[in-house]
C-alpha cells in the first residue's frame, strides 16, 4: 500500500507498534514526579506569540527563526495596526507562568512543583534528534521566596533520577551560573569586551549575535565560531559574593545527593529568561542534537509577564532524544493482550463472540479473530503476530466436547477447560489469576 499522504516533515506518528515505550516513559517519569510532590498541570498548545516572545527574547533563535504562527499576521483594514497572533507552543515555561500568574496560584499555594508531559513545536529543518513537534517531560516549581540552593539541586537531581530511570546510563550532567540580572549584565559586557577582537572572524551570523545578544554567540554551532569560543576565558568574576555564595551552595547539595556534574562556564541557555543556575544534560551517543534535557532558574519572569516577585526554576527533557538514546534497549511491554479467541467454525464464532463480551465484562483484555479458518495453522499465525499471553482455540473437537483449549503463548503450554452453555467462570478464574 502507498499512501497519497505522509506526515509533515519534522513530525512523526508514534504507531501501535512503539506505544508501549512510550506509555512505560510517562507511566515512570510519573511515578517519579509524584513521589517528589510534582502535580500535573495541562495548558493549551497555543498561546499568543507575545508571551513566547516576551518571555525567552526577541534575539532567541527560537523566537527569531522557529515559531510557528498559526495564522500569518493581519492587517486591520482601517487604521493600519498589526494584530497580534498565536502561535504552537515551543516549549512551556512561558505557558506555565501565564497559568500560574492567571490562576493565582501564589494565592492557593505557597510553592507550586509542577510537571508536564506533552508536544512542544519548533519551526526547525529537521533532522536526527530535531523535529517540529517533539514531547517534552518538563518540571516548573514557582513560589514567593523559593530560590533556595537545595531547591535547586533537588530540581538538578530529580532530571538526573528521571534519566536513569528510564534506563539511560551515558550523560553528562553540566552546569553554570548566570547569576542575578545585574552580574549576567556584567557578564555580557566582559563577554563582549573578550570577544571584541575576534569580532570580524566570527561568522556572519555570530556577528549579528554580537550585536544582538552576545550569549547567543557562545551557542554557535559553526566550527570557526567554536574555536574563538574556547579562547575567552571569564571565570567567575562577573558574579556578585552573594550569587557566588549561592552557586557554591548549589554544587555542594548536588555533591550531598552524590550527583555527578561538570561545570562549564560557557553553558548560557538560548532563552532570555534564566538568571543563576543553569544546566543541561547531553547523551554521549546523540551527535549534533545531544542536549537530552536542559533548564534552569528564572526568578524575574513572573514579574515580567505581569505577575508578582516569585521565584521559579525548572528543566524540560526531550522525549524522543531519550528514545534515540536508549536505542535498542528493550523497554518493558507494557500491556500484552491477556487473551486472543480464535473460533474454527461459524457455530464456534458465535460462542467466541459471546465468550469475548463476557471476558470483557470482566476487565480481561480480550480481542477475537472474527474470520474463522478450518485451518489450525492458517488461525494461529494471526495469533502468533499478536502481543497476547493466552490464545484461546474454539474448533471442532472443543465444540463436539464442550470445552476449549487456552494455548499459554508465553509458556508454550496448553490445557483444555469444560464449558456448560454460556458459563465461562472456569475461564475466567484462570486468566484472572494469570493476568491481574
Ligand atoms: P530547551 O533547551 O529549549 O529548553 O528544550 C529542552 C529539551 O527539549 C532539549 O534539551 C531537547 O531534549 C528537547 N528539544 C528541544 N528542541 C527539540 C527539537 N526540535 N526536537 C526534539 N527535541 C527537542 C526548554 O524548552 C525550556 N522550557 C526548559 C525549561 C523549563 N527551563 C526552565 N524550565
Not at 511515578?31 to 499568543?48: G, H
Not at 486591520?76 to 505557558?95: F, H, Y
Request: aromatic share 8%; proline share 3%.
Amino acid at each position: 500500500m502507498q499512501s497519497k499522504f505522509s506526515c509533515p516533515r519534522g513530525t512523526t506518528d508514534i504507531t501501535p507498534f512503539d506505544i508501549s515505550r512510550w506509555d512505560n516513559i510517562e507511566r515512570i517519569s510519573k511515578q517519579i514526579l509524584t513521589c517528589y510532590n510534582y502535580k500535573e498541570i495541562r495548558t493549551p498548545l497555543f498561546e499568543e506569540t507575545e508571551l513566547f516572545a516576551r518571555s525567552m527574547g526577541q534575539s532567541s533563535d527560537v523566537v527569531c527563526k522557529q515559531m510557528l504562527n498559526l495564522a500569518a499576521q493581519q492587517k486591520d483594514d482601517q487604521d493600519g495596526v498589526t494584530l497580534s497572533g498565536l502561535s504552537l507552543r515551543p516549549e512551556n515555561t512561558a505557558s506555565v507562568v501565564r497559568s500560574y500568574i492567571q490562576n493565582g496560584f501564589d494565592r492557593k499555594e505557597p510553592i507550586s512543583k509542577l510537571f508536564y508531559i506533552g508536544p512542544m513545536f519548533r519551526g526547525e529543518r529537521p533532522q536526527k534528534g530535531r523535529l517540529r513537534q517533539f514531547n517534552q517531560i518538563g518540571v516548573e516549581v514557582l513560589g514567593p521566596n523559593t530560590a533556595q540552593p537545595y531547591l535547586d539541586a533537588e530540581i538538578i537531581s530529580l532530571s538526573v533520577h528521571l534519566l536513569k530511570s528510564l534506563g539511560l546510563e551515558k550523560f553528562q550532567l553540566k552546569i553554570n551560573t548566570l547569576g542575578t540580572p545585574e552580574d549576567k549584565e556584567n557578564f555580557s559586557q566582559m563577554l563582549r569586551q573578550a570577544l571584541k577582537p575576534y569580532r570580524k572572524e566570527l561568522s556572519e551570523y555570530s556577528q549579528q549575535r554580537f550585536e544582538r545578544n552576545v550569549f547567543r554567540v557562545l551557542d554557535s554551532k559553526d566550527a570557526a565560531d567554536q574555536e574563538i569560543v574556547k579562547k575567552v576565558h571569564i571565570g567567575l568574576s562577573y558574579l556578585s559574593t552573594e550569587s557566588q555564595h549561592y552557586y557554591a551552595q548549589v554544587k555542594e547539595a548536588l555533591m550531598n545527593l552524590d550527583v555527578d556534574f561538570v561545570e562549564d562556564q560557557h553553558l548560557v541557555r538560548g532563552l532570555d529568561y534564566y538568571t543563576h543556575t543553569v544546566f543541561e544534560i547531553c547523551g554521549s551517543s546523540l551527535g549534533s542534537q545531544d542536549a537530552l534535557g536542559a533548564g534552569g532558574r528564572y526568578n524575574n519572569l513572573v514579574r515580567q509577564l505581569g505577575g508578582g516577585d516569585i521565584d521559579a526554576m525548572g528543566f524540560a527533557l526531550g522525549v524522543e532524544r531519550i528514545l534515540l538514546a536508549l536505542g535498542d534497549k528493550k523497554v518493558p511491554l507494557s500491556n500484552p493482550l491477556a487473551a486472543y479467541i480464535v473460533p474454527m467454525s461459524e457455530e464456534a464464532l458465535n460462542q467466541g463472540f459471546v465468550l469475548m463480551n463476557v471476558l470483557r465484562q470482566e476487565n480481561i483484555s480480550c480481542d477475537l479473530s472474527y474470520k474463522y479458518s478450518a485451518k489450525l495453522k492458517n488461525v494461529l499465525s494471526n495469533a502468533n503476530k499478536m502481543d497476547v499471553h493466552t490464545v484461546i482455540l474454539l474448533g471442532e473437537e472443543e465444540m463436539k466436547k464442550h470445552c476449549v483449549t487456552l494455548k499459554d503463548m508465553q509458556q508454550k503450554k496448553e490445557e483444555t477447560i469444560s464449558i456448560k452453555g454460556n458459563d465461562f467462570s472456569k475461564i475466567i478464574n484462570i486468566l484472572k489469576e494469570r493476568y491481574n
